[in-house]
Every structure is written in C-alpha cells, then in structure tokens.
C-alpha cells in the first residue's frame, strides 16, 4: 500500500482517497506507529499528512527520520513537509507571514514533483509555519510571499515535500500533483480498481471461510447489500442472509428490502421480527452511546438465535454458524475509534457496538473502502441502482433519530415524517444530490403551537440534508425552499402531534450528520 502517515490532519482521509482515485491503494496509519511497522507493511510510497502542530515547539509530533532512509519515497505535505524538513536538517520557523486559502504560488523549476506545472499556480494554504532552507541535497522547486520553500525535492533519495494542500479540491493542479508523485516519482501502477478489489476480496474471503456455513446482517444499505453479493461470489450457497426487523425502521422497509435484494441477486434470505426483543431492550434509555450498544449486541444475539433456522434453511444439518458478514466500512472503523489511535467519535453499532463474547468470526470485506468504491464495486457485481444508489440508513436505524426514549408511538410519528420528507424530496428529484435526510423527533422537547383555532404543544421535528463525499465530512444541503415548504406543511399536518419543522444549517465538523 501507500501508507498517509496522520498527524492529526484534518485532511488525512482526503489525502487517503486522492491517491484511491489515482487508483492506487492507500492506507491511513497513525503518527505513533513506529516506523519498523510502518516498514512491514512494505509500503510502495509514504505520504506525511498536515497536522495543528508547529515542529519548533516541544512535544510535537514527529517521525523516527529513518524513514527517509529506508528507500521508500516519500511525500510532506503542509506539516509533514516541515517535519521532513526539519529533520533532515533544514531550517523551518515561524513565517513572517501566515498564508490561510487560496494563494499564489511561484514555480521555480517545473521538473520532478512539479513537471509540466505553469510557472503561476493557485494553491490552498493553511500555515503560520514556514520553511526557510531546504535541507542538503534538496533542490526548491516553488516559493509563495509567505513560505520562501514552498516545494522541494531530493530525487536522488526520492524525497518530496510541499507546503501547500494538494488533496483538497481548491487547490486545481493538486490531484495532477498526487498523481505525478505516485505514478512518475513513485513509479506505481494504477491497478487499483473495482474489479481488482473484487478479485482480491474474494480470493480472501475464500480463504478465510473455507466450507463454513455463513450469514450475514442485511440491513438494507448499500454497504451490507454488496458485502453480501461479494461473499456470495466468493462462496455462494454457504451464505444465507438475515434480516432483522428491530422496531427502528422506516416505513416500507421490510417489504421493500424482501422484494428488491432477493430479486436482484437471488441470495437466500430469512427475515426475523424481533421489534419486541429490541424495543423491551430500548426501554427507558436515553444515553446514544447505551442505545447504540444495546442494538449492537442485541443484533448479535439475534443472528444467534437465527442459526438453526439458517442451518436448517441451508441444508446443512450438523453443521454451525461459523462467520458473519458486515458490511463495515473504513470511516465506520476510523470514527468508532479502530482506526489505530483516533478518537471514539460514535460507536458504529457493527464496529463498537459488538458484545465481546461474540461467537461468530467477523468477515468484513469492506472493511478498507469508502463508501463511493463501494458502490463501483456493487455496480461491478451488477446489483441494480435501486440498491447502489439507496441513500445510507444507520443500522440503528429511527433509534438515534430520536433524542429521548423510544417508544412505539414516537417510532409512529417519526416514520411518518421521514416517509413524507422522502417522498417530497424524491418527488423533487433530489436523491442524488443528497447524501442522506435524517429526519429526527426531538421527543422531550416541546413548544406552543396553533392548529385549528386550538393550542399544541407539541414537539419538533428536524431536517438534516447533507451532501458528502464519503460522510467523514458533510455539508448541510441548500434544498429549495419551495420543497422545504411543502415537507414542512404535509408533516405539520399529517403527523400528530407535530406542530414544527426545523432545519439544521451545521457541517461536520463540528456536527456530526445524525443526531446520536
Ligand atoms: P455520523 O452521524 O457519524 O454518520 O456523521 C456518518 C454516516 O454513518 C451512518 N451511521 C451508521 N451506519 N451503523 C451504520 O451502519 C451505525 O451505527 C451508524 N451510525 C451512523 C450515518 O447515517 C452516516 O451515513
């Protein structure tokens, strides 16, 4: 792999994905990792990411510096090219003026890192931390007013470093730039793509089965749908499908998963109601993290109690459940905190949400994907748009779209407004735009409302619209006020007790996209 060293960036992920879509495939590894694991993993190209620290100050982060001498070639970038460069000998200080956004950049020499650049480019900064003097054997390929080194290269130890931001999208030659360092100074392939990770997963997935009989949690999403239609090339009728109807899912669910996964790709499938269990489960819990270990080890126990009926459904008879399925993907595993050394933003019920006496072997194909390459590789695998395309829905389902206890009647009112927002808004043909609308019940909040000459006291329910790239980052969605308006009128009027609509107007950060 090409491993993207963190150092606390905000754009780590970007830097990861930038060089996935140079179709070369990339990790994410923390700062801490010591450089000889780092090594192990025979990694093709380093890349060092920006980070809030300055390298001058005591106790920043840095890198055992004989990672530029282990052959491997290397890219800095913002504050990973200060480290380069102050390690290796350079002289990197406080700038006499910080750049923040969109700035000039001056190509010195458009070879190497820069070959081909025009001699002005438009590049995104964000230091007050410059490098003064290259260290030896560097030549400087680029200048800005405030950053006297803004490039440099060593091509001789195949050492790359820039100041600027390459991987976010306002910087226009930044991808060019990636890709000149994977493909020209790296010497890497592009063979990085659907139909090799296809190849790749089910080779592995093979392996680590065997004969076993498999099952695998359908929620519904895209993610578990073509977890499953991978494993199901990998080792067909040893899998069976279960899907499980805990209580907490949207109007129509049930039904429409039975009908369109079956359809489309022929898998066994046995679907359990177990709203009771989970709901008797959920009975009085408010706190999101509890509610989201609750419905992670019921979901577990669930797929337990399941087994002899996959057996029996299976034909296999004496045998037992060995492996379950999940449809787990790297940002679920980065913000559940697995991802070596970042922080437990929010126990994703299939990551952090499992009990620890699990019985089952997890296989988690796309364990290492982001969510855009998992839908190229349902495509690949020729599932129907319907299901590539299905907005994301969180295993937890309407239970951490209601802040407060849940509770059947509140499930009722809040499935009905979700249904409406997304008739409404598919009505207006914006699936596509739209990364996902949570729609969330602010259940104990209550405010004074008039319907029918009467007064209410109701509560409110929220809009969330978001686009993204891969939800590791959002933006709220701009929807025409005109479709707001009308899912604003049919949910006051056709949800009881209901009396207002909000919209939530937050990214992420600092928000995250659903509530709990
Ligand atoms: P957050 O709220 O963390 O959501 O910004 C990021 C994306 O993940 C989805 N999500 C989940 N998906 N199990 C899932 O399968 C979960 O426990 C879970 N929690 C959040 C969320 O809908 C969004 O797409």
Same mark, same amino acid.
């Not at 990861?16 to 990339?26: D, H, L, P, T």
């Not at 010497?187 to 190849?199: C, K, Q, R, T, V």
């Given at each position: ?70 052959? @491997? ?6 504050? =990973? ?6 390690? /290796?000998? !350079?002289? $990197? &200080?406080? +700038? ?105 997963? @089910? ?6 089965? =065997? ?6 949690? /359908?929620? !519904?999403? $895209? &993610?578990? +749908? ?291």
């Amino acid at each position: 792999p090409v491993l993207v060293v963190d150092f606390g960036a905000q754009y780590a992920q970007l830097i990861a994905r930038r060089v996935r879509e140079a179709n070369v495939y990339s990790e994410l590894v923390p700062h801490s990792m010591p450089v000889d694991e780092m090594l192990a993993k025979d990694p093709k190209a380093i890349i060092l990411s920006g980070g809030p620290a300055s390298v001058y100050e005591p106790g920043a982060p840095s890198i055992d510096p004989k990672v530029f001498d282990a052959g @491997v070639p290397v890219l800095g970038i913002c504050y =990973g090219f200060q480290v380069m460069a102050h390690e /290796l000998g !350079g002289k $990197v &200080d406080k +700038a006499a003026l910080g750049e923040y956004g969109k700035t000039a950049a001056v190509i010195d020499d458009a070879e190497g890192l820069l070959a081909g650049s025009p001699a002005d480019q438009s590049v995104w900064m964000s230091h007050g931390v410059a490098v003064e003097q290259a260290p030896e054997g560097f030549e400087v390929l680029a200048h800005t007013d405030g950053a006297p080194v803004a490039a440099m290269q060593d091509p001789v130890r195949r050492l790359y470093g820039v100041q600027w931001h390459p991987e976010v999208r306002h910087t226009p030659l930044g991808q060019k730039l990636i890709e000149t360092f994977l493909h020209e100074c790296a010497g890497l392939d592009s063979d990085w793509d659907a139909s090799s990770i296809i190849e790749d997963q @089910v080779a592995k997935i093979r392996a680590q089965v =065997g004969d076993a009989q498999v099952i695998c949690g /359908l929620s !519904g999403g $895209v &993610d578990s +749908a073509v977890a499953a239609a991978l494993v199901h090339k990998a080792v067909g009728d040893q899998l069976t499908c279960v899907f499980v109807d805990h209580g907490l899912l949207r109007k129509g669910e049930v039904e429409q998963v039975k009908h369109d996964f079956v359809a489309a790709t022929g898998i066994r499938l046995i679907a359990v109601d177990a709203a009771d269990d989970f709901l008797d489960a959920l009975k009085g819990v408010t706190e999101p993290e509890r509610k989201r270990k609750i419905i992670g080890e019921k979901f577990i126990r669930t797929f337990e109690k399941a087994q002899r009926q996959v057996i029996a459904e299976a034909g296999a008879e004496g045998k037992e459940v060995k492996f379950l399925v999940q449809g787990t993907l790297y940002p679920d595993v980065v913000e559940s905190g697995g991802g070596d050394g970042a922080a437990n933003i929010k126990s994703h019920h299939n990551v952090g949400g499992l009990p620890e006496d699990l019985k089952f072997e997890l296989v988690e194909p796309l364990r290492t994907l982001f969510k855009d390459e998992v839908r190229a590789i349902g495509t690949e695998l020729g599932l129907p748009d319907e299901i590539v395309w299905r907005q994301p829905f969180p295993g937890p389902g309407l239970g951490i779209r209601i802040i407060g206890e849940i509770t059947r009647e509140r499930l009722d009112v809040l499935r009905e407004a979700d249904a409406i927002a997304r008739e409404e808004l598919s009505k207006a043909g914006l699936d596509r735009d739209i990364w996902q609308c949570p729609v969330v019940l602010l259940a104990d909040v209550h405010s004074v409302g008039v319907q029918g000459d009467e007064r209410t006291y109701g509560s409110p329910i929220v809009l969330r619209p978001v686009s993204s790239e891969d939800a590791m980052t959002a933006d709220w969605s701009r929807v025409p006020y005109d479709v707001l308006a009308t899912i604003s009128t049919r949910i006051t009027n056709e949800c009881r007790q209901i009396n207002r609509v909000v919209l939530d107007v937050t990214s992420k950060p600092p928000a995250t996209i659903e509530w709990e």
